[in-house]
């Protein structure tokens, strides 16, 4: 069975700093480009991050650049976001996800969230002022 497990998710003050975890099946986390995505209430799921499967490699949008870090233990099955200086508007479902075509770290990028076959089921950061 395939599954993508998040943790890590909690109420914070803005300012600090939180580390998400998504533990995954060894079936699709061998090989894989695995990705961090998020969902505020009301908007569209936004990608956010991306790394290869040797962690050499890897892509942020624009609006976590600087303050997110993506990184991987594939001894562990896991992928982490380190979120640093976090703010309001950084309140959010967050997910994890994989596909098994996923060509490069660019490659969620303009992928709608149905093309994306695997998901997790999320964990909700909350940023208070």
């Known amino acids: 069975q395939v599954q993508l497990v998040e943790s890590g998710g909690r109420l914070v003050q803005a300012g600090e700093s939180l580390r998400l975890s998504c533990s995954v099946s060894k079936r699709i986390f061998s090989n894989s480009i695995m990705g961090w995505f998020r969902q505020a209430p009301g908007k569209q799921r936004e990608f956010l991050a991306s790394i290869n499967w040797r962690g050499t490699s890897t892509y942020y949008t624009d609006s976590v650049k600087g303050r997110f870090t993506i990184s991987r233990d594939n001894a562990k099955n896991t992928v982490y976001l380190q979120m640093n200086s976090l703010k309001p508007e950084d309140t959010a479902v967050y997910y994890c996800?994989?596909?098994?075509?996923?060509?490069?770290?660019?490659?969620?990028?303009?992928?709608?969230?149905?093309?994306?076959?695997?998901w997790g089921q999320g964990t909700q950061v909350t940023v208070s002022s």
């Open positions: 996800a994989t596909d098994n075509n996923l060509l490069s770290t660019t490659s969620f990028v303009g992928r709608h969230m149905n093309e994306i076959r695997y």
